[in-house]
């Protein structure tokens, strides 16, 4: 996965580890790995270039406006600054910290 993986969601990954914000530890819950223009407010769920659903974070799949560079293979590189990672549940995004809590909360009842 980090092959094609940008740091930034490197790094997201390794300070979410071990709680609900990364799809590992909140699929459970029915969250779906996804991103959000923090311009627009428009949400996007991480998808495959092919368009199906991806079980974790991928910014092949996202829309061609939010992506800045390409690789000479077209696997999106760069994203817009704008654009944030997290989760969608039942229609609600929730950023990586917003998921890790509520998962703890889920967990204390």
């Given at each position: 996965m980090s092959a094609r993986q940008p740091a930034f969601l490197q790094e997201e990954n390794r300070l979410f580890a071990?709680?609900?914000g990364i799809s590992e530890g909140n699929a459970h819950a029915c969250f779906m790995p996804a991103f959000k223009d923090a311009r627009t407010g428009?949400?996007?769920?991480?998808?495959?270039?092919?368009?199906?659903?991806?079980?974790?974070?991928l910014i092949d799949g996202l829309p061609e406006e939010w992506v800045i560079n390409r690789d000479p293979k077209g696997h999106a590189v760069a994203i817009q600054?704008?654009?944030v990672s997290g989760f969608v549940r039942l229609g609600r995004f929730f950023t990586r910290q917003e998921a890790s809590e509520f998962v703890d909360q889920m967990a204390g009842c």
């Open positions: 071990g709680t609900g428009q949400v996007e769920l991480s998808r495959y270039r092919d368009g199906r659903p991806a079980p974790f974070h600054s704008s654009i």
